[in-house]
């Protein structure tokens, strides 16, 4: 199983972007995907979380600008980014929470599964 993220780039600010992040493999189920961040030289922190029912939540500093939504169908995900700031500035990466087939008892597996980074770079 792969997570593949795109969309990041260099944008000035309040512009916005969108990033996508697909899976792809063997996939039985997605269950949580979320996006993360992490700021040059800061911890990865949580921007936004959506479950398989279209559940969400988001990071106080980017509530009413980003919105996180999902494709079940195409097994990706998206962040919406509008009104971007300069600290906004981040490497950002998909998680997702995915069941697997396996060949021997129990039949499934879920982990936890990471995108590559894609910079997102705000200019002022």
């Known amino acids: 199983v792969q997570l593949q993220a795109s969309g990041g780039g260099l944008v000035q600010a309040g512009g916005s972007l969108r990033l996508s992040c697909a899976a792809s493999g063997s996939i039985v189920s997605i269950n949580n995907m979320a996006w993360y961040r992490q700021p040059p030289g800061m911890q990865r922190e949580l921007v936004a979380r959506i479950t398989s029912r279209g559940t969400t939540n988001y990071a106080d500093s980017v509530k009413g600008r980003f919105t996180i939504s999902r494709d079940n169908a195409k097994n990706t995900v998206y962040l919406q980014m509008n009104s971007l700031k300069v600290e906004d500035t981040a490497d950002y990466y998909c998680?997702?929470?995915?069941?697997?087939?396996?060949?021997?008892?129990?039949?499934?597996?879920?982990?936890?599964?990471w995108g590559q980074g894609t910079l997102v770079t705000v200019s002022s």
């Open positions: 998680n997702a929470g995915i069941t697997i087939p396996r060949s021997t008892y129990p039949l499934t597996s879920t982990n936890d599964y």
